[in-house]
């Protein structure tokens, strides 16, 4: 009996033949060349350039430059702290603003009010659109000839007013158009969500007489611990990445610089500059906190 | 008795609560349509009676006439032709890939495994621009050293592999937390059958993840056909761009007619609608099996 069972053992360890040692390699070794060669080592490699001047032609033109890059973007780079400003906007407005109302707008739908099914589907749409229809979208919207332009009183193309090239305004009108979309895409997850949350809970918390801020406080919102990360991860991260929608409303113009613009218009054309290396290794550490609390999160299991 | 009264009185206020919050989702479930159902409205009225006549003006013509300038002038069809060349190819080798790499990882105990994981994760977490600059050098040197300079850049097969190279951390991941469900006792038999690793794969494994497959297929596609910032950095000719990246120069070449580009911009958004209209479980689980992990 014992060895039979140890026989088995030694079969199944033995399983792997030469055949089956060159499918595992391939299984895993095709996949990772191409993550490895297409990702991570570009990515490494933006991080050595970020030292160096280079107008990306030829690689024996580059030339060491120290950490001389990063000072011009801290000391002599206006448009730095601009995107700063606007990245840490957007955040903030995701955060306190957006991320909050798709969030309860879930809670809200989740409790299967009249015609639920049909609002679920008309938060969603944005969520499909790409950013560049969405851009186009709302250009129609708030560009001369526009529907809010008619609304205020500016019907006619000539005598439209500005509002992207606005300064006082253009900020909360590009967060309002982002928010069109990250509102129904938290919507969205969050729903999935709560659905998984036991609905006696809830009707226990009714009965004990708990408002509803106390329930959703005391008993929704803990039991949403991994989803609440996750939300929370794509928040930052969503306001990290944008570039799309900036792209098309403003092209090049950096009219509302971003992190994601200063690089591109850094290093997309004929003469590049590694300052774009130098804005891409910033955003990149600014992102570290929230992939590394993400990784945290969703392997914490398997880690421990 | 006072317990009763008191019950009708709470639910009562319950009643009043849930009508005005049903009010003003309906009122802002309208707002939310606003822009996409005036960009349709723009679309179907000639551009003259915009100019002539206000914005607000009764449409002389109602039709779809822009819709046939779109698809004659725009070249809106070639440029919608490119975005599925690159989305088909892109959706099948990522998901072909992630499903290898979900395999290995949760079916064989390697000491990697779980650095594997991390490391794809973290790769499909990464600000694309990170990678843009020696990317696009790469592009052009691995293109010069075959004797063609468009061999990767400006090429679908470049972009589409940059496609597959970033969303594969998504795929593998979403994989695996799903294959972690299908008991090991599975494998297990497989194995004892002497099945080779390859038909462990492909005859007992592949065909259980027909569900996250079908979930990311529908989810991926429609993150590639929006994808925007490499299909203008990695694809210079106008005939090979993608319709998202296509809109932005026909918005600079048509500004002064937005009714064709309105028409245009409904076209793009066309595939995207009717996949999530169609396939809105598979869209939802697919954001979701990543997120709630399973």
Sequence with gaps: ?304 | MSGIVQDKKYRDRQKRKDFFITVFIAIFAFIWMVPLLWTFFTSLRPYSDVIQNGVFSKPSSIGIQNYINAYDRMEIWEYLSNSFIVAIPAVVLTLFFGSLMAFVVTRYSFKFNLYLLLLFTAGNLLPVQLVYAPLFKMYIWIGELFGNRNLLYDSFIGLILVHVALQMGFATFVMSSYMKTIPKEISESALLDGASVFRHYWNVILPLLRPPLAALSVLMTTWIYNEFFWAIVLIKSDSKRPITSALGRLQGEFVTDFNLLAAGAIMAALPTLIIFFILKRQFVSGLTLGSTKG
């Design chain 1, 1 to 304: 009996m014992t060895t039979t069972a140890a026989s088995t053992k030694t079969r199944r360890r033995r399983a792997f033949t030469r055949g089956d040692k060159f499918t595992l390699s391939m299984f895993l070794g095709v996949p990772t060349f191409l993550h490895v060669v297409w990702v991570w080592i570009p990515a490494i490699a933006t991080i050595g350039l970020s030292f160096t001047y280079w107008n990306g032609v030829s690689l024996s033109n580059i030339r060491w430059a120290g950490l001389a890059n990063y000072d011009t973007i801290f000391t002599a780079a206006p448009q730095f702290y601009d995107a700063l400003r606007n990245n840490t906007y957007w955040l903030l407005w995701f955060t306190f603003i957006a991320t909050p109302l798709g969030v309860l707008l879930a809670y809200q739908i989740d409790r299967k009010i009249r015609g639920s099914k049909i609002y679920e589907s008309v938060y969603y749409i944005p969520v499909v659109l790409s950013l560049a229809v969405i851009g186009i979208i709302w250009k129609f919207m708030l560009g001369p000839g526009g529907l809010v332009q008619a609304l205020l009183g500016y019907p006619e193309i000539e005598r439209a007013i500005p509002i992207f090239s606005n300064y006082d305004i253009n900020t909360y009108v590009i967060l309002g158009i982002a928010s069109w979309r990250h509102i129904g895409y938290i919507m969205l997850l969050y729903l999935a969500g709560l659905k998984s949350v036991d609905p006696s809970l809830r009707e226990a918390a009714a009965i004990d007489g708990a408002t509803e801020w106390q329930t959703f406080r005391k008993v929704v919102f803990p039991a949403m611990k991994p989803v609440n990360t996750i939300i929370i991860v794509i928040t930052v991260i969503e306001s990290l990445r944008a570039f799309d929608l900036i792209y098309i409303i403003y092209g090049t113009s950096t009219g509302w610089p971003i992190l994601g613009m200063l690089v591109f218009v850094n290093i997309y054309g004929q003469a590049a500059s590694m300052l774009g290396a130098a804005y891409a290794v910033i955003l990149f550490l600014l992102s570290i906190i929230p992939i590394v609390f993400y990784l945290r999160t969703v392997f914490k299991d398997d880690v421990a």
